[in-house]
C-alpha cells in the first residue's frame, strides 16, 4: 500500500524490476498493506493484446478497468506513475485540480501554473532540492472546502534535459531508472525529499500562484498579474473547471484574491531559485505582520 498523502493505493505487481524501481523513488515512504481501506486497487502485469500478439506489453488496471491501452514492458515504472495519475484526477475532481506545480516554503503555499513545457517540474525538482517542500509537480489540489492545498507527494516526472540538468543541480538528487522513447520523450523519476514525504497528511496554505515559462538562457523576468488575468489563467489550466461549476469559480476567485500573483521567464535554475526563495520568505514575513 502506498500512502500518497491525498490518495491511497494498493499495488499488486509481478513485473520484473518494478520492486526495486518503488524502492528507490518511494524510499522515504513506510510500506504498510496493514490498513484494509485505499482509494484504489491497481495491478501492473505482463499481458499481450492485439495485434501485437508476439510482443510483450503491460496492462494497467484500476479497481479492475484498464484505462488506456497497454505500454512496452520495458515502462513498468513510467506506466504506473501515468496510471496513478489517471487514477487521481478521476477519483478526486472533488477538488478544483490545477495544471500546476505546488511547494510550501516558509509556510507559504506557491504554485506554478502552467501547460506542459513550461519547465514547472525542472522547477519543482530544483526548489526540492533547496528546502521547498513538494506537494505536487502535476497537481495544484485546491480543496474547497477551506481552500487549502493537498499534498500528493510522487515523484517529480522529469523529462529529456532536465533529467541530467537535476542531476547536475545537486548531489542529493535521487533518480530512478530513465525510460527511453516513450510518448513523452525520455522520462525518469525524482524521489522526494524526508521532509515532504513526513508531511504528506499537511496541507498548505496558497499564497504565491506564478505562471512560469523556461526559455533557455534567459535571464529572471518577474512581473505582476492582474486579477482577471490569473483567474482566466487558471481556468486554462484546470482539468476540471467546467466540471465543477460555480464553485470552481468562487474557489479559483479566492485562491486569486488570496495570492500575489506573477508571470516569471527564466532560463537559468540558479538565478530563478533565489527569487522565490525571496519571494515565499518575504511574504510570510508580511503574515506576521
Given at each position: 500500500?502506498l500512502d500518497?498523502?491525498?490518495?491511497r493505493?494498493?499495488?499488486?505487481?509481478?513485473v520484473?524490476g518494478?520492486?526495486?524501481?518503488?524502492?528507490?523513488v518511494y524510499?522515504h515512504?513506510p510500506?504498510d498493506d496493514a490498513d484494509?481501506y485505499v482509494d484504489?486497487?491497481l495491478?501492473?502485469?505482463?499481458g499481450r493484446?492485439?495485434?501485437r500478439?508476439?510482443?510483450?506489453?503491460?496492462?494497467?488496471?484500476a479497481d479492475?478497468?484498464a484505462?488506456?491501452?497497454s505500454?512496452?514492458?520495458?515502462l513498468?515504472?513510467?506506466?504506473l506513475?501515468?496510471?496513478?495519475n489517471w487514477v487521481?484526477?478521476?477519483?478526486?475532481?472533488r477538488?478544483?485540480?490545477l495544471?500546476?506545480?505546488?511547494?510550501?516554503r516558509?509556510?507559504?503555499?506557491?504554485?506554478l501554473v502552467a501547460?506542459p513545457?513550461?519547465?514547472k517540474?525542472?522547477?519543482?525538482?530544483a526548489?526540492?532540492l533547496r528546502?521547498?517542500?513538494v506537494l505536487?509537480d502535476?497537481?495544484?489540489s485546491?480543496?474547497?472546502?477551506?481552500r487549502?492545498l493537498l499534498p500528493?507527494?510522487?515523484p517529480?516526472a522529469?523529462k529529456?534535459?532536465?533529467?541530467d540538468?537535476?542531476?547536475?543541480?545537486?548531489?542529493?538528487?535521487?533518480?530512478?531508472p530513465?525510460?527511453v522513447g516513450?510518448?513523452k520523450?525520455?522520462?525518469?523519476?525524482l524521489a522526494l525529499?524526508?521532509?515532504?514525504?513526513?508531511r504528506?497528511h499537511e496541507?498548505?496554505?496558497?499564497?504565491?500562484?506564478?505562471?512560469?515559462?523556461w526559455?533557455?538562457?534567459?535571464p529572471?523576468?518577474l512581473?505582476?498579474v492582474?486579477?482577471a488575468?490569473a483567474l482566466?489563467?487558471?481556468?486554462?489550466?484546470?482539468?476540471?473547471y467546467?466540471?465543477?461549476?460555480?464553485?470552481?469559480?468562487?474557489?479559483a476567485?479566492?485562491?486569486?484574491?488570496?495570492?500575489?500573483?506573477?508571470?516569471l521567464?527564466?532560463?537559468r535554475?540558479?538565478?530563478?531559485v533565489?527569487?522565490l526563495e525571496?519571494l515565499c520568505?518575504?511574504?510570510?514575513?508580511?503574515a506576521?505582520v
Amino acid at each position: 500500500m502506498l500512502d500518497l498523502g491525498a490518495m491511497r493505493v494498493r499495488l499488486r505487481s509481478r513485473v520484473a524490476g518494478l520492486a526495486a524501481a518503488l524502492a528507490q523513488v518511494y524510499r522515504h515512504f513506510p510500506l504498510d498493506d496493514a490498513d484494509p481501506y485505499v482509494d484504489s486497487e491497481l495491478r501492473l502485469d505482463r499481458g499481450r493484446d492485439w495485434p501485437r500478439i508476439w510482443q510483450a506489453r503491460l496492462r494497467f488496471l484500476a479497481d479492475g478497468t484498464a484505462p488506456f491501452e497497454s505500454a512496452p514492458a520495458a515502462l513498468s515504472l513510467a506506466q504506473l506513475e501515468w496510471g496513478m495519475n489517471w487514477v487521481y484526477a478521476h477519483l478526486f475532481s472533488r477538488h478544483l485540480l490545477l495544471h500546476s506545480g505546488a511547494v510550501e516554503r516558509h509556510g507559504v503555499g506557491l504554485m506554478l501554473v502552467a501547460s506542459p513545457g513550461s519547465g514547472k517540474s525542472t522547477l519543482t525538482a530544483a526548489l526540492s532540492l533547496r528546502g521547498f517542500r513538494v506537494l505536487s509537480d502535476e497537481f495544484g489540489s485546491l480543496r474547497l472546502s477551506d481552500r487549502r492545498l493537498l499534498p500528493l507527494a510522487k515523484p517529480v516526472a522529469l523529462k529529456n534535459t532536465s533529467i541530467d540538468l537535476i542531476r547536475a543541480w545537486s548531489p542529493d538528487a535521487v533518480l530512478g531508472p530513465v525510460f527511453v522513447g516513450t510518448h513523452k520523450g525520455d522520462v525518469a523519476h525524482l524521489a522526494l525529499t524526508q521532509d515532504s514525504v513526513s508531511r504528506r497528511h499537511e496541507p498548505a496554505r496558497p499564497g504565491i500562484l506564478i505562471f512560469p515559462t523556461w526559455q533557455a538562457d534567459q535571464p529572471v523576468e518577474l512581473t505582476r498579474v492582474m486579477p482577471a488575468r490569473a483567474l482566466s489563467e487558471l481556468a486554462h489550466n484546470s482539468f476540471n473547471y467546467s466540471l465543477l461549476g460555480q464553485p470552481a469559480f468562487e474557489a479559483a476567485s479566492d485562491l486569486v484574491a488570496g495570492c500575489e500573483c506573477y508571470r516569471l521567464t527564466y532560463g537559468r535554475l540558479p538565478e530563478v531559485v533565489p527569487v522565490l526563495e525571496d519571494l515565499c520568505r518575504a511574504r510570510s514575513q508580511r503574515a506576521l505582520v
